[in-house]
């Protein structure tokens, strides 16, 4: 078989993203050791995985994607890829990143165990009823045969997102249980497990991979464990990768098969639904989606000129209210390249491409490095509670970032930090008044009881006398 052209490109491209991910995550480890398992880890085994690792599969394997374009094409991915590189080292590596959590005091105080429970309890109650609202008696299995309703289903759909925080927030109560209750114990993993269900039943492979990374990086941060505890523990990592990966493709071939076939009975039909995504079960194709995006994007006169940040902050009007509101990029480059009922990921590199040319690759590279950075150091630097939960939860983000659609990526992530961030707010917002007033109505019968007290033994003195 001989190799094109287009395949060395796209092998080049490989080595240069598995040799910067390298780097990259060399650097945290040396500085870091366990506490590398962070948002700028994660960002950098993004980049290994979808361009690295893609653009393998895009020479070598499958349809061998990367013959499908030109050499100009090719060479033009390569040169994205090289400049979103750069613009990932460079913001990692910013001052800007080490300051911006210093600056802005995010720290939160201390906060009762009582309300991190009815935290938990209020997003875990937001997910379910809102499922139910958007799907009624299809409960179980409506994200995969359901209509939404078009006028207001995908607003009340999105509150589905209170999920992942829940499944975290039992998570920090359990770690916190020893010697509590045995019913206390029972009632968190039992939301754990409905948590875990509920991320299946999306029919989608990301809810699932990220309760359980977060719960991951949460126990790492938590216990901050040293290097001599895992010495003889390092058949733990391949071990603990190829599980997350078999959770990966168990999603994907569900999500497949339910979306297509009904929910799946016969583990048979799951290797058919495998064989019949190809690399997209793993998303493995996204280099090649990046070649298209530089093909299609090719002209000056073609750039979005930062439509993807219109699409990122216009997601929240409604259609009905904005006709012409712009669409995830994952959506604009599946229907250019033949697929009209999903979206692709493109790579960040290759949709910062199709905004600005190279200057947009090297863009959407800072900002995403630069992110990363801010995530990490405020994980770093804060030591509160909900600092812990909010960063285990955000940190695994950034893997799934470098994929790209910026808009189907990142609105689902700002929805779940609004939410935990509001259920905080107005769990201890309202458990303080509460508290406040009932210690407010316990000390005055106090002060009475001690006036009456103060009153009767000076009566008694002046008898007395």
């Not at 995550?25 to 398992?37: D, G, M, T, Y």
């Not at 995969?144 to 998570?171: I, K, Q, S």
């Not at 875990?196 to 990086?217: D, N």
């Not at 863009?363 to 490095?369: E, V």
């Amino acid at each position: 078989m001989i190799t094109s052209t287009q395949s060395i490109i796209a092998s080049c491209a490989a080595a240069v993203a598995i040799a910067a991910a390298t780097q990259g995550v060399l650097v945290e480890w040396q500085r870091r050791k366990f506490q590398a398992i962070n948002a700028v880890t994660f960002l950098w085994l993004g980049v290994a995985y979808f361009v690295g690792a893609g653009a393998i599969a895009a020479a070598f394997f499958y349809t061998r994607a990367a013959n499908n374009f030109g050499v100009r094409a090719s060479l033009f991915g390569f040169a994205a890829v090289c400049a979103g590189i750069l613009g990932v080292a460079l913001g990692t590596q910013s001052r800007f990143g080490y300051l911006l959590p210093r600056l802005t005091h995010l720290e939160a105080g201390s906060i009762p165990r009582i309300d991190w429970w009815f935290t938990a309890l209020a997003l875990l109650g937001v997910a379910l009823v809102a499922r139910y609202l958007a799907y009624g008696r299809d409960f179980l299995i409506g994200s995969a045969n359901a209509e939404l309703p078009t006028t207001w289903g995908n607003y009340v759909n999105d509150l589905r997102h209170a999920m992942l925080p829940a499944g975290l927030v039992a998570v920090h109560l359990l770690r916190g249980s020893r010697g509590r209750a045995l019913l206390e114990k029972i009632i968190l993993s039992a939301i754990l497990v409905i948590a875990a269900i509920y991320s299946v039943l999306q029919y989608s492979r990301r809810p699932l991979v990220l309760l359980v990374m977060g719960t991951f990086v949460y126990l790492v941060h938590a216990k901050k464990p040293q290097l001599g505890h895992f010495r003889s523990r390092y058949l733990l990592v391949p071990v603990a990768i190829a599980g997350l990966f078999a959770i990966v493709l168990f999603a994907a071939g569900f999500r497949w098969l339910a979306l297509r076939l009904g929910v799946p009975l016969d583990w048979n039909l799951l290797l058919l639904a495998f064989k019949s995504q190809g690399p997209g079960a793993l998303n493995l194709d996204a280099y090649a989606v990046h070649l298209a995006s530089v093909s299609w994007y090719s002209d000056a006169s073609d750039w979005l000129t930062g439509g993807s940040f219109v699409q990122v902050l216009s997601n929240p009007i409604p259609r009905s209210l904005w006709s012409g509101k712009p669409e995830s990029f994952g959506f604009t480059i599946a229907k250019l390249m033949g697929n009209y009922g999903t979206n692709y990921g493109p790579t960040i590199f290759g949709e910062g491409y199709a905004n600005f040319g190279f200057f947009g690759s090297l863009l959407f590279g800072w900002m995403l490095g630069l992110c990363a950075r801010v995530v990490q150091q405020y994980q770093e630097i804060f030591r509160s509670e909900y600092a812990l939960v909010l960063t285990s939860m955000v940190s695994f983000e950034f893997f799934s970032q470098v994929r790209g659609d910026l808009q189907g990526m990142t609105t689902p992530l700002i929805e779940r930090v609004a939410l935990l961030a509001v259920a905080v707010w107005s769990v201890t917002w309202l458990g303080g008044r509460i508290r406040n007033y009932a210690l407010a109505r316990n000390s005055t019968p106090k002060a009475n009881h001690g006036d009456n007290g103060g009153r009767k033994q000076a009566k008694q003195e002046g008898s007395r006398e």
